[in-house]
């Protein structure tokens, strides 16, 4: 599945805001937390999602792309 490039940038900023929420004690922990709940809103109403047979497997391999791009890099 081809995804829009900026709906998979969306998603590894995501993930990357995750990890560092995930750390112990995190530095901004508040602000980490807002940005999280702003990404989870962008990536669930993107336009992308309203075509057909777009979920949930969709959004699955999604997160499986980005997991995958955020530990390239």
């Known amino acids: 599945?081809?995804?829009?490039?900026?709906?998979?940038?969306l998603e590894v900023a995501w993930c990357r805001t995750y990890d560092a929420l995930a750390v112990s004690?995190?530095?901004?922990?508040?602000?980490?937390?807002?940005?999280?709940?702003?990404?989870?809103?962008?990536?669930?109403w993107h336009p992308f999602w309203t075509g057909p047979g777009r979920m949930p497997?969709?959004?699955?391999?999604?997160?499986?792309?980005?997991?995958?791009a955020t530990a390239r890099r």
């Open 1 to 9: 599945m081809s995804f829009p490039h900026d709906l998979v940038r």
């Open 57 to 68: 497997a969709a959004r699955l391999e999604l997160r499986r792309r980005a997991r995958a």
């Open 25 to 44: 004690r995190p530095a901004g922990n508040t602000a980490l937390r807002r940005r999280l709940l702003v990404l989870s809103a962008r990536l669930w």
